[in-house]
């Protein structure tokens, strides 16, 4: 799914971190109305490290293609600009705009690796509770989301500890404005999300963008800013990453189940069940991602 992505400013784009004074330290609160439960299998600092050892291998690896040579210093940038975020913001600072999709799942994958370096180490005593148990995070619903895309977010927040706060208002805008005067929003000074420069509205957005004047007041920062559709492609499968299922039949980027169709150019005939596509990770072609979508 591609991550509907803000308003750009009006100003240039601005790449480097303002400084911010802390005042926010308390540990990040759960949220009240989650639909998941805790993975009760993996703590949040166990499954970082494994993630962030994942993402080490797959750095030092041989690769054999091209594409994943530029997937490898594709990774090295956006890590980098993780990590500018992690060292000048605390966690109640940050949060992190996830709704499933493609885009956001590898900037999540990436800012899990990138927090085994940044979370407190768990405390040694059985009874006593990790400091950070989830990672606060939004999900803008979108009008008529498809079930697919609400299994696979419920799904996948559990497994990578989100304390995920669901927003269904009638634009991004206001959504953004409840989440920010909400309990588990008042903190927040920087989200993360996962605009592609291909993306609308990319076109112009650096790695750190305040958002535009008449938005709520926050820093977004784009670690996958300049990732390519089939570098995201390469990247979730040679990692072997779970995503959404509708992208194996053909969608490409997702939004509601009214304007969102398998992409015409992944069409491949007629199967029994009506017309057949290829997955999502055979399109080549960037400005192909969009053709199933309707625009207004």
């Known amino acids: 799914m591609t991550e509907a992505p803000l308003a750009p400013t009006s100003s240039s784009s601005n790449n480097n971190i303002p400084t911010e004074n802390h005042t926010c330290t308390q540990e990040v609160p759960s949220h009240a109305d989650t639909t998941t439960t805790t993975n009760a299998t993996t703590s949040l600092n166990t499954l970082c490290s494994q993630l962030h050892h994942k993402i080490e291998a797959f750095l030092s690896e041989n690769v054999q293609t091209e594409t994943l040579r530029r997937v ?14 992690l060292d000048r913001y605390t966690l109640p600072e940050l949060s992190f705009s996830y709704n499933g999709g493609k885009d956001c799942l590898v900037l999540l994958i990436l800012y899990l690796s990138a927090l085994h370096t940044h979370l407190p180490p768990p405390i040694p005593i059985p009874t006593t509770p990790p400091l950070v148990k989830k990672l606060q995070s939004i999900y803008i619903v979108p009008p008529h989301p498809f079930p697919e895309v609400e299994r696979f977010v419920a799904s996948s927040s559990q497994r990578y500890h989100l304390s995920l706060a669901r927003h269904a208002r009638e634009s991004m805008k206001a959504a953004f404005a409840d989440y920010l005067a909400s309990e588990e929003g008042r903190c927040v000074k920087v989200i993360f ?5 291909t993306d609308p509205h990319g076109g112009l957005l650096g790695f750190f963008d305040a958002t535009d004047h008449g938005w ?7 670690p996958v800013i300049d990732w390519h559709y089939g570098e995201i492609w390469a990247f979730l499968r040679h990692l072997e990453i779970p995503y959404c299922e509708l992208y194996d039949r053909g969608y490409t980027s997702l939004g509601g189940t009214t304007d969102t169709h398998p992409n015409p150019v992944l069409k491949e005939g007629r199967g029994e069940e009506g017309e057949a596509f290829r997955p999502a990770y055979e399109l080549k072609e960037d400005r192909e991602e969009r053709l199933g979508r309707d625009w207004r």
């Open 72 to 85: 490898q210093a594709q990774t090295k940038i956006s890590l980098a600009v993780i990590h500018q975020a």
């Open 193 to 197: 999300v996962g605009t592609r420069r």
């Open 216 to 222: 709520p007041g926050f820093l977004r920062c784009h």
